[in-house]
């Protein structure tokens, strides 16, 4: 089909989660709950880490911005969803779509990135003592923040690249609740083979090979702890186990959506809600129940708030 002879396709028509009235009411007040649950104490996390002085260590640094990866990540795609759930037609613009596309990608490979930092980090802490305040010094650690930044930039400008060099002249329904590579490359009304091996390669792959490298350097760190004392073995498989679990959230996910071929798979929705929506605000405070250092920081933080707003009432 010639581009020319066909009408461009200037906006996509989403199909949503699914098309039962019921389940879309059920899905809608659990998210909304679950947004003004947990989202404010993801901005906790990042206020009680940037306000106390005492948790200076780049595990905190890290930990906060992934908190703030995280929201912003949210904030991608729960808002829009919750307000088709009450909409008739749910409709997105060309540009909107690839906008969410680029930022779902940007922030998605970042925190990527920022879980095999903060991988690095333990290995240094736990393996490395004696270098850990050389190597892990403020300059490092911004030089690291940076460098994960650009990585999901350069991740993710790979990804409009290739989509908007597709052209899109008929067919445009996206069977999914938000704009996603595998969705919309379906729609492009020419053969996109090459383009769905580049795009396997660069997100499956990538999700995959982080995924196998974070799991090596934690069986790396949990091999070196066993002939530690008890006390600190106990601490270092804390902080590991946490990290296992954010990874497997993180990572399970991305693989299961990108590694397979582009073709629609029964469970490929409600993996993408829990991958977009649920799991991104869950892994900061996943990271926080398992840290009492945030926590004692956190009370005080509130206490110290809480006597001001009485003592102004």
């Given amino acids: 089909m010639e581009r020319e002879n066909s009408t461009v396709v200037t906006e996509f028509i989403l199909l949503g989660l699914t098309q039962s009235q019921g389940t879309q009411l059920l899905v809608f007040t659990l998210v ?112 690291l923040l940076v460098a994960l930044w650009l990585g999901g930039f350069t991740h993710s400008i790979v990804q409009v690249a290739l989509i908007l060099y597709l052209p899109f002249c008929g067919q445009n329904q996206l069977d999914n609740f938000f704009c996603d590579v595998p969705q919309v490359i379906k729609l492009a009304c020419t053969d996109t083979f090459v383009v769905e091996f580049l795009m396997v390669s660069n997100n499956g792959l990538l999700s995959l090979l982080c995924f196998l490298g974070l799991l090596a350097s934690y069986a790396v760190i949990l091999c070196h702890v066993k002939g530690h004392s008890s006390e600190g073995k106990n601490k270092a498989l804390s902080a590991c186990t946490t990290h296992i679990i954010i990874v497997f959230l993180m990572f399970g996910p991305a693989i299961f959506i990108y590694t397979h071929p582009f073709r629609a798979v029964p469970a490929d929705k409600v993996v993408s809600l829990f991958h977009t929506v649920i799991f991104p605000l869950m892994n900061p405070v996943i990271y926080t129940l398992h840290n009492q250092e945030v926590k004692a920081s956190m009370r005080r933080l509130l206490s110290q708030h809480m006597v001001c707003w009485i003592q102004n009432f």
């Fill in 32 to 143: 909304l709950i679950f947004y003004f649950i947990i989202l404010p104490g993801n901005f906790l996390i990042i206020l009680t880490i940037r306000s106390d002085p005492g948790l200076p260590a780049p595990l905190y640094f890290f930990l906060g911005n992934l908190a703030f990866l995280d929201a912003s990540y949210f904030f991608i795609v729960a808002p829009r969803m919750l307000v088709d759930f009450l909409s008739e037609k749910k409709v997105i613009s060309y540009r909107g779509c690839i906008t969410q596309l680029f930022f779902l990608h940007f922030l998605g490979a970042g925190e990527m990135f920022l879980l095999v930092v903060m991988a690095f980090d333990r290995y240094i802490a736990i393996c490395r003592p004696l270098h850990y305040s050389t190597v892990m010094n403020p300059r490092a650690c911004y030089a």
